[in-house]
Nanobody, 122 residues
Framework: QVQLVESGGGLVQTGGSLRLSCAASARTFMNSIMAWFRQAPGKEREFVALITWSGSGTTYVDSVNGRFTISRDNAKNTVYLQMNSLKPEDTAVYYC???????????????WGQGTQLTVSS
C-alpha cells in the first residue's frame, strides 16, 4: 500500500526554482507532521524542512532557510517544497516523510516516499 508519492524533481540551473509535491493517503496525512529530507550520494539523509498539521509551525535546516518554503494543502493531502535560488549543493534525492512528532531525525518518521531526484547544474 503506497502511502507517500513525491513528484516534481528534475534538472535545474543554479539560481533556478522548482516545486516538489508529495501526495499522501488521507490516513497517512491526517494529523501528521510532514517533512522533507534529502540524501546526496555518499552522504547521510539530511533533514530539510517540516510543517505541522495546521501549517502554523515550520522549521528549516539553516542551509535552506530563506530559499525553501514548505507548505501543505490538507484538503488535497499534499505537502509541497518550493525551492528557490537553487545551488549545486542542493543536488540530492528528496524524500517526504510523515510522522507524529516534531523532529528533525529520520528515525522519528514512520512513512516515507520513494524519493525524487533534484539535480542543480552549475
Amino acid at each position: 500500500q503506497v502511502q507517500l508519492v513525491e513528484s516534481g524533481g528534475g534538472l535545474v540551473q543554479t539560481g533556478g526554482s522548482l516545486r516538489l509535491s508529495c501526495a499522501a493517503s488521507a490516513r497517512t496525512f491526517m494529523n501528521s507532521i510532514m517533512a522533507w529530507f534529502r540524501q546526496a550520494p555518499g552522504k547521510e539523509r539530511e533533514f530539510v524542512a517540516l510543517i505541522t498539521w495546521s501549517g502554523s509551525g515550520t522549521t528549516y535546516v539553516d542551509s535552506v532557510n530563506g530559499r525553501f518554503t514548505i507548505s501543505r494543502d490538507n484538503a488535497k493531502n499534499t505537502v509541497y517544497l518550493q525551492m528557490n535560488s537553487l545551488k549545486p549543493e542542493d543536488t540530492a534525492v528528496y524524500y517526504c516523510a510523515a510522522g507524529a512528532r516534531w523532529s528533525t531525525l529520520p528515525k522519528e518518521y514512520e512513512f516515507w516516499g520513494q524519493g525524487t531526484q533534484l539535480t542543480v547544474s552549475s
